[in-house]
């Protein structure tokens, strides 16, 4: 597969103006205002996961939305050395100190809404998961992790606008795709539980491999070649140590595997833990 030169460098980022507030999480993001007025969840090139965490965030997301998922907007956000100067908690806790967060281009996610107004939960109870609107999208998401071997826990956000008609009801978006690929090793190391979401109160629905067809769909007919290099070019090359190489690789099998995700979700089914309590049938 051929890459073009990148184009994160002409692309449009989104300037850090204000800090908010550190984020959960293994990563050590943070909450960041940017120049759109829009509010960002920030990773940064020196957390402590991986520096192929960036890529990964903003390759996995892209494609997910091409897949028609409910997930962030997100962008290259340029943080500058003086808001981290003038920051005091614009830093990655370390085990015995800690140090700077980054300037430069880091991955921004952005946040759905003004988080002081608008209240973000990543639990529901089961009567208010099952009335999720877009509850399909797990089935949806799924298919996206199993493809592209998440090997995190899919994390998912649970939010209603007052603005939006059908505000009694939950929405879904999915976040997190840093784990993708596993993480910085950039392999598939497949298993049959990973990227099932913890409650598998939302796979009710499934009876059979029918249920998840109209994704399966979608990754085999929008996820062409020509899809995985545009969104591929949109990351910077520092994200990925300038190592086309390696990027050229990773596309190659995700390209490939498309065919290989009823398989796994098969394994998914078989594997003794009964992930789709409503479908009967073990083998097929």
Known sequence: MLLRLPLASMAAMRLAVEHVRRMRGGAQAHLLRCDDRSYYIVKFQNNPQHLRILANELLGTRLAARLGLCVPQVEVVEVRPELIAYTAELVIQLGVGRKPCSAGKQFGSQFPGDPAQLAVHDFLPDEQLGAVRNLPDFLGVLVFDKWTCNTNGRQAIFFREAGDPAYQAYQAMMIDNG????????????????????????????????????????????????????????????????????????????????????????????????????WKVRYA
Request: aromatic share 14%; net charge negative; with cysteine.
């Open 179 to 278: 784990f993708c690929f596993n993480a910085g090793e950039w392999d598939f190391p497949d298993a049959p539980l990973r990227g099932l979401y913890t409650r598998h109160r939302v796979y009710q629905s499934v009876s059979s491999m029918e249920a998840f067809e109209p994704w399966l769909d979608r990754l085999e007919h929008r996820i062409t070649e020509a899809a995985l290099g545009e969104e591929a070019e949109q990351i910077p090359p520092e994200w990925y140590e300038d190592d086309w190489g390696a990027l050229e690789r990773l596309l190659e099998q995700l390209y490939a595997r498309r065919q290989r995700v009823r398989e796994l979700i098969f394994s998914a089914r078989n594997s003794g833990r009964d992930p789709f309590p409503n």
